[in-house]
């Protein structure tokens, strides 16, 4: 119950600080809404319970409701500690190897479907530089040849 309220705190102060960006407040403002909406039910159902049941039942009850919460929480747990572990190997057309963690690049692309939504902080400046970077082909490889550093201090 803390936590949850905790979340509603957090949750209204990123909307303070992230006024600018309507498609992210807006998003922010109904899981703020949801939250609230969510501790009234449970406030209501627990105290309903108490009126009714025997204190046993109502310790089995609330039991069941905090393993249901951990049980929804597994799968993206188990999906955070797999992304973590796995590593891809890509194989360029020289024969060398790049390794990358797959969370690395699952952050990619993330980052790169909110650039293009413009649910970041800085949408237009975000944008102007991931297409620079992208329509240029800077790599790893060739970030420090002369050419590719004159082109991106004329950025």
Do not use: W
Not at 117 to 144: A, C, E, M, W
Request: one cysteine or more; aromatic letters at 10%; proline letters at 2%.
């Amino acid at each position: 119950m803390i936590t949850t309220l905790l979340q509603c705190a957090t949750s209204a102060l990123i909307i303070g600080i992230n006024v600018n960006n309507l498609p992210a407040v807006r998003y922010l403002f109904i899981n703020l809404v949801m939250q609230v909406v969510s501790i009234i039910f449970i406030m209501a159902f627990i105290s309903l319970i108490t009126m009714l049941l025997k204190q046993q039942i109502i310790s089995i009850i609330l039991s069941f409701i905090l393993l249901s919460i951990f049980l929804a929480s597994l799968p993206q747990q188990l999906f955070n500690s797999k992304m973590e572990t796995i590593n891809i190997t890509l194989v360029k057309e020289d024969k060398s190897e790049i390794r990358y963690k797959a969370s690395e690049i699952n952050h990619a692309f993330v980052l790169n479907e909110n650039i293009k939504k413009g649910q970041i902080k800085f949408p237009h400046l975000s944008k102007y530089i991931n297409d620079f970077y992208v329509n240029n082909k800077f790599t790893r490889s060739n970030y420090d040849e002369k050419e590719v550093l004159q082109n991106r201090l004329k950025m």
